[in-house]
């Protein structure tokens, strides 16, 4: 069971993190920062001096150092819980999105152009490679040298990418029937799932590292053929059973267009990545993707 804990948002609540059992933290829109250090049941609000600007991501490798980045990739750290943070040097991170740190002082950061950069300080950051994403939306590592990152490329040709050498290479692969990987998390290299929009969720198969063949990702829904794809004009449904209905998503989640007509049109669409989702009489739900061209 779930509990509800309310905040003094004046917006979104962006990530939360809890590096103990005990210690929590919670950022938002308009610098807001929540601690709570017993175990989520209550939260108090940290102030970080002079920042009004949205909070969109932090990491806590421990329970008094942290990382935050702001909604224009400023990234700042704290050794004493909150208490005060000092502003790092991001010229040499890009547009930074992600965060994720494996101690105090080793972790990683994923710019929203694909880069990765590295530290083993916890101040400094060194290229870490090329994912092949251009939007980013998650970053996981189970170790210094294995992590994970999802994300969408507007030609759909990628939606996630992992290292197994510290950033050196990354090898890129594409959802089967997924849409845009909003989020990935690991136990081990054989024990990994992939989250995308509309309730997607796609699992590790078995033996090795993540790897491009069916028999390594698994859908738990898909099953809907879209012709042609990439299109220009319309786009015909086709499904192992009648469609009842379907809905249209750009990547940023928004609903487009929605029917039940068997043949979509598409001329009045922006060019880019959508996803379609379409319910079945039978009740079953399919999804892909769509290239609008």
Not at 83 to 108: E, I, R
Not at 188 to 200: F, K, P, R, S, Y
Not at 246 to 255: A, E, N, V
Request: glycine share 10%; hydrophobic share 35%; aromatic share 10%.
């Amino acid at each position: 069971s779930f509990s509800t804990q309310t905040l003094d948002a004046t917006g979104p609540l962006n990530a939360i993190h809890f590096p103990t059992a005990t210690t929590g933290y919670v950022c938002g829109n308009t610098g807001k920062l929540w601690k709570s250090t017993n175990g989520g049941n209550t939260f108090s609000p940290i102030t970080i001096r002079g920042v009004t600007q949205n909070l969109t991501e932090l990491h806590f490798p421990s329970a008094s150092v942290g990382y935050v980045l702001d909604e224009f990739s400023q990234l700042r750290k704290t050794i004493n819980g909150g208490t005060s943070f000092t502003v790092l040097n991001n010229v040499t991170v890009g547009s930074a999105k992600q965060l994720w740190f494996l101690n105090d002082t080793t972790g990683y950061v994923l710019s929203n152009n694909g880069a990765v950069y590295r530290t083993t300080n916890g101040s400094t950051f060194t290229p870490a490679g090329n994912t092949c994403l251009q939007t980013v939306f998650d970053l996981y590592c189970l170790n210094d040298s294995t992590c994970f990152a999802v994300g969408s490329f507007t030609n759909a040709s990628c939606d996630v990418s992992f290292t197994s050498n510290r950033g050196e290479s990354w090898t890129n692969l594409t959802f089967p029937y997924a849409y845009a990987g909003w989020g990935v998390h690991a136990i081990d290299t054989a024990t990994i799932w992939l989250v995308g929009q509309n309730q997607t969720i796609i699992r590790r198969g078995t033996g090795g590292i993540l790897t491009q063949d069916g028999e390594a990702m698994t859908p738990f829904r898909g099953g809907i053929q879209l012709i042609p794809n990439p299109a220009t004009e319309s786009v015909v449904l086709s499904a192992s059973s009648p469609i009842d209905r379907w809905q249209l998503f750009d990547i940023s989640g928004r609903l487009c267009l929605e029917g039940n007509e068997k043949i979509v049109d598409v001329r009045l669409l922006k060019a880019g990545l959508y996803c379609l989702r379409a319910v079945c009489k039978d009740g079953e739900v399919h999804q892909s993707k769509l290239i609008r061209q």
